[in-house]
């Protein structure tokens, strides 16, 4: 499969409870987004990564929100303490090269924080 | 920031017809514009990419303008079909590494 690959497609979870989500970019993409989206709204930015590196975080992400991207390929995505309003449609876009090129996002993972 | 406005927020049509989507942005210093398709509770699926310097991008049914001196997007759909039944959506990209996204239009194509 090449597309971008998110795990797992759905999550319930009880208040509090630590969450991780899971995201293979395309083989080969430099470029990893994570994006929030919430239902009738369109996705909000939360990080991007160029290889490795977090260049750039939203301020919707807060410290109970972390990223990672260890060896520039597959991305995870942590929520702590997770509160209600945290369900949502995560989801994961991959591109490569440049800021002009075409990002890629996956089938997304659905939490439900009850 | 960067605001993103679809019109319509709904659109109902019967199949066969050509329909016409719209978007709008603020800032017109953008890198490029990206139209998607979502299906219900999927992922997006991207359509067309329009760099800043195109004016137009097409791909099969589907032709995607800009204007962007004065903010504008249009995607249009030849032809509907019931299977074209999805929200769309555009983003645009500015400086920086973050695309903005509007709220999407609801296409429902009745057979």
């Known amino acids: 499969d090449t597309g971008v690959s998110q795990n797992p497609r759905h999550k319930i979870t009880k208040r509090g409870q630590n969450v991780t989500f899971r995201c293979d970019p395309i083989s080969e993409h430099n470029r990893l987004y994570w994006y929030r989206q919430t239902l009738g709204q369109g996705p909000e930015f939360l990080t991007y990564?160029?290889?490795?590196?977090?260049?750039?975080k939203s301020r919707l992400l807060s410290d109970r929100f972390s990223a990672e991207r260890p060896k520039g390929s597959f991305s995870t995505l942590e929520i702590q303490r997770t509160e209600q309003g945290d369900s949502a449609m995560y989801l994961c876009?991959?591109?490569?090269?440049?800021?002009?090129?075409?990002?890629?996002f996956g089938q997304g993972t659905r939490l439900t924080v009850v | 920031k960067q605001e993103v406005t679809q019109i319509p927020a709904a659109l109902s049509v019967p199949e066969g017809e050509n329909l016409v989507l719209n978007c709008s942005f603020t800032d017109s210093a953008i890198y490029n514009l990206q139209w998607f398709r979502q299906d219900p509770g999927k992922g997006l699926t991207s359509l067309l990419l329009i760099q800043s310097s195109q004016r137009e991008q097409t791909s099969g049914r589907l032709n995607a303008s800009l204007d962007k001196s004065s903010g504008r997007s249009t995607l249009y759909i030849a032809a509907s079909q019931p299977g074209d039944s999805a929200t769309y959506l555009c983003?645009?990209?500015?400086?920086?590494?973050?695309?903005?996204f509007g709220t999407g239009t609801s296409l429902t194509v009745i057979p």
């Open positions: 983003a645009v990209r500015n400086t920086g590494n973050q695309f903005y």
């Open positions: 990564f160029q290889n490795e590196a977090q260049l750039e």
């Open positions: 876009a991959s591109s490569f090269g440049s800021v002009n090129t075409e990002a890629f």
